[in-house]
């Protein structure tokens, strides 16, 4: 009986010293304090305000600078919308060749080749999907959420980013109607081809004044008079917004193959490398070696870039990469920001 309870006692100290031994403290890889401390010096050196995220896949390791904020993602916000509609593909309920029929209330102010397309021809989900991530075509976008349906596109983004901080992910219509509500309540209520008139307008000021006339009130009357005060209103209510550490999250899911089937994930990869906007973003920085499949978005005073990058020569993701500016005089100072960003990733060898 003496020998168990000596057992006993000596087995519970042995316990008692493995629980009380400190673990070994997580080394922060020595690339995560040279970025930073590159980064903190170009954010002194500029106005224009930035948040950084970079997530190295093969050790976990990141850097993280403002990246906890809330950015507005503006058209980056089409990378969930490619989800939505490559879900369905996976679900056999869509095939990409299928058509739709373009009309005039489909175009939308905004880039992409959709708009100059004869109302009456059809084209398929496969064009559009093509189309708003390699020209971020603003009408192909609406289309194919029109098809998905706006609650698929933001249950996906809860689903897969594990219910980080998305703001309500919206049409590209909607971003419109939202966000000059806030200069009159009546602008819900213009239609696709009004904002036509106000994205034509050269100036700030003259958009405004189309946006009164359009309106048929005075300009005085408009609850906002700067295009700055207004926009800045409608960022601050989280719409299309979320923090880059929530949008990461998602990129890393995709290309961890936990959100698409293996055919829809490589599709989806592909039609990133093949993006043409943002050559002076983020991709201006990278050696030539290295891809960068990523989507990129602008809206007043305000862009992103982001996605994940690797070598060319075998395809394989090494680092995630996501950038947002905001309160920037000229988009050349945001771009700029990116460009500086990618070239400490180089300087750094991270991807190789």
Sequence with gaps: MLLKISVLISSLLIISCSSSTPSKPKVTPQWVGQVETQVKLLDKNNTTDFGVYIKRLSDQSSFSYNADNYWYLSSTVKIPVAIALLKLVDQNKLNLFEKVTILKKHYRDGAGPTNWIKPGKKVTYKYLLDKMLIYSDNAATDLIIKRVGIDSVNDYVKKYADGRGFGPITSLLDVRKIAYSEFHPKAKDL?????????????????????????????????????????????????????????????????????????????????????????KRIRKGLAKNIYFAHKTGTQHKQACDMGFAGNKADQKEQLLILVCTKNWKKLSQAEKVMAEISKIITKQKLLL
């Excluded at 100036?203 to 048929?216: E, R, V, W």
């Design 191 to 279: 239609s696709n081809l009004d904002y036509f008139e106000v994205k034509k307008q050269k100036s700030p000021t003259k958009k405004i004044d189309k946006l009164a006339q359009l309106l048929n009130v005075k300009r005085k009357d408009l609850l906002i008079q700067d295009m700055d005060t207004g926009f800045n209103k409608y960022y601050s209510k989280k719409w299309n917004s979320a923090p880059l550490t929530s949008f990461a999250h998602l990129l890393e899911k995709i290309i961890n193959g936990k959100v698409l089937s293996p055919k829809s994930t490589a599709l989806l990869k592909d039609v990133l490398i093949k993006v043409k906007t943002g050559k």
